[in-house]
Each structure stands twice: as C-alpha cells, then as structure tokens.
C-alpha cells in the first residue's frame, strides 16, 4: 500500500516538475520580451503558475499520502492564503503606483492579484510541511 503511494508521489512529482519547467521556459521568454518593449507582461500569470508546479513537486511526497498530516497542511495553509489575500488587496487599494508613473488597469490587477494567490497557496504548504 505505501509502495503504491510512494510511486504515485513519484509520478505526479514528475508531472509537476516537467509542467514547471515549460510553463516557467515560456513565461520568461515572453515577459522578457514584453519588458524589453517596455509594455507590462501579462504573462506573468504563466510564470506564477510554472513556480506553483515547481513548488508542489516539492509538496507531492508530503501532500499524497492522504494523511492527517497532509490535511493539516492543506487547512492552514488555506487558512494563512486567506490573509494573504487581503493583504494583497489592501496594498492594490492603498497604493496607486501613480507617484512612479505605473498605473494598473483593472486587468492588470486582476493578474497581480491571480499570481499572489497561485504563489503564496504552495508557498505557505511549504512552510507547514517543514513545521509539522
């Protein structure tokens, strides 16, 4: 039974990593493109969502045995992403950016926010599985 859970922690691993590697390759070349025309790079979405594959190759041995322990991970991680959240918010809010000459449109935004929200989920995983 533990064998079976070992291989597929080791095959999603796997998964999460190759995802990772294309999805943060594509993300680079495109934001680097986009800065050098000194447009905003939309794609930053794309590289926030490689780094969330990477992270959770990471996340796949203490997260697949589904165990108390990957379940606690999970709900304090959630708990702490739902803060994050409205930190994220509140800054957008409080902040324009006017004063160094960088507005965001709402799209813009809706981006930032999407990228702080894929990021943080696995990073604060990362964080309970090395405290629990």
Request: charged share 10%.
């Amino acid at each position: 039974m533990t064998k079976k859970r070992s291989t597929e922690a080791q095959t999603n691993r796997f998964i999460y990593v190759f995802s990772g590697i294309i999805c943060t390759a594509i993300a680079i070349y495109t934001i680097s493109s986009d800065v050098m025309a000194g447009r905003y790079p939309h794609s930053i979405m794309l590289l926030a969502l490689g780094l969330n594959q990477l992270m959770f190759a990471y996340l796949a041995p203490h997260l697949f045995p589904k165990d108390e322990r990957s379940k606690t991970i999970i709900y304090k991680a959630m708990f702490i992403n739902y803060f994050v959240l409205f930190a994220t918010i509140l800054v957008l809010i409080s902040f324009n950016f006017s004063f160094i000459g960088f507005v965001l449109t709402s799209f813009q935004t809706v981006i930032v926010i999407g990228s702080v929200i894929t990021i943080s989920l696995p990073i604060t995983m990362i964080i309970y599985a090395k405290i629990i």
